[in-house]
């Protein structure tokens, strides 16, 4: 059967470049990177050269990247360390309804233990208002967290402008970037960022290595206590073949990333194009341009979303849809639900993220399918014929 991969943005293959880069450092480079001989030497040296190559992608310099064991963990240092280390200016804290859940969660412990968090609201395409956000800055105001691209709509923000507004206030700013990476241009410097997540496993990198970048001008106390590694920043010894191959993707994505951009903005563009041609009553969720190159989130009306992904899955497709499945209740996502949509066009849609190895072939054996699933599973639905008549 037919095997096509649609969530790229929930995970990545590792690219062959990236393991065959990594598969010296489980084998012969194994040394700890603290120890002084040869094979830790090497070791050490490896590390380096990713952190650079990682700093390279983003504008940063080598000492402004530390390695976490994901992007989960570099949201939960970048905000719990913002939020404690400076809680002696303030304990007041602005983000957004649409952040992963690495940030919410994180910001609901934070408000469980004293401080006080502002969610932003956003639009109708998942864009925040920069007056909002400016007329939500206090006196204590410490931290302001907003992510560059959106998972599951794709909506990037205007993170330059709120990097203005924060520098201006003399508040930190902390993006999540897990999504932008190697899909967007990202420029720390240029972008007036102070902290920025992002995670290897999302750029055709192995799962399990994450980093946090700190500007090399703030401080944050450490996270995770111990030895001395990362510039006696974070502790544990360092996962060399993770950190080599997270190094050896970014360095493809540095290499690609205009011609990623351009083949990712071309089939996805196909994609929504051919679908609103063959099928009425669908509508493309998120920001019609200012929208990561690779991501469709769809509503297909009277069509429920986890039936549509289980006859997908059955034909070999994977895909992720725009509702959390827990357990007993259908619950709307909640990025879907701060764009406006209603719960029941909620529970209609079907996130498709496509990435390097997707091809025009894979995109018409999906469209297929998919017209397919929307006819049939339209004729049977009551709420479709009483509104044909
Ligand atoms: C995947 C993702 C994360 C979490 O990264 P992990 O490395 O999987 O922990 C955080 N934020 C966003 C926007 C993501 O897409």
Redesign the pocket.
Known sequence: MKEVYLDY???TPVKKEVLDAMLPFFINSYGNPSSLYKKGREAKAAISDARKKIADLIGASEREIIFTS????A?NWAVKGAAYGNSHKGNHIITTKIE?H??LHTCEFLADNGFEITYLDVDQYGMINLEDLKNAIKENTILVSI?L???EIGTIQPIKEIGKITRNHGILFHT?A??ALGNIEINVDDMNIDLL?I????IYGP?GI?ALYINKKIKIPNFIHGGAQEYQKRAGTENVPGIVGFGKAAELAKENLAEHIEKLTHLRNYFVDTILEKIEEVTLNGHPQKRHPGNINMTFSYVEGETMLLYLDVQGISASSGSACSSSSFQASHVLKAIGIPLENALSSVRFTIGDFTTKEDLDYVIDTIVTIVNKYRKISPFYKEKKG
Not at 70 to 73: C, I, L, M, P
Not at 199 to 202: F, G, R, T
């Open positions: 943005s929930a995970t994901s992007g989960t963990e949201d992963h690495a940030l992510m691209v959106n998972n999540d897990v999504q997540s995670s290897s496993h999302k799962k994450g």
